[in-house]
């Protein structure tokens, strides 16, 4: 049974940092696409990183690229999210997703942690 536990979210100010991991369990995830979501109140669901394949492959959306850096830990079966120079606009609510295939629709993904909460203050 494949679980994903995310922690590492919290309130920062504008420009700070925050790093954000997502253990998996019940699978390797060096053979599996690793994303993070956000979703924002009353906005939909958004890719913001992904990590994939052997080579570890990675994806960011326009609006984090330079800012946020994808990484996983194979031994310890983690993802992370080092989030750097955080804006307003990046507050939500971060999802780490599993699946077998990478994709940008979040309806693609079975496997969701419960989310941890990001807040930033101008």
């Known amino acids: 049974q494949v679980q994903l536990v995310e922690s590492g979210g919290g309130s920062v100010q504008a420009g700070g940092s925050l790093r954000l991991s997502c253990a998996a369990s019940?699978?390797?995830?060096?053979?599996?696409?690793m994303a993070w979501f956000r979703q924002a109140p009353g906005k939909e669901r958004e890719r913001v990183a992904q990590?994939?394949?052997?080579?570890?492959?990675?994806y960011y959306a326009a609006s984090v690229k330079g800012r946020f850096t994808i990484s996983r830990d194979n031994v310890q079966n983690q993802v992370y999210l080092q989030m750097n120079s955080l804006k307003p606009e990046d507050s939500a609510m971060y999802y780490c997703?599993?699946?077998?295939?990478?994709?940008?629709?979040?309806?693609?993904?079975?496997?969701w942690g419960q989310g941890t909460q990001v807040t930033v203050s101008s």
């Open positions: 019940g699978y390797s995830i060096n053979s599996w696409c």
């Open positions: 997703a599993a699946d077998r295939l990478c994709s940008w629709d979040p309806r693609q993904y079975n496997n």
């Open positions: 990590i994939y394949g052997n080579a570890g492959s990675t």
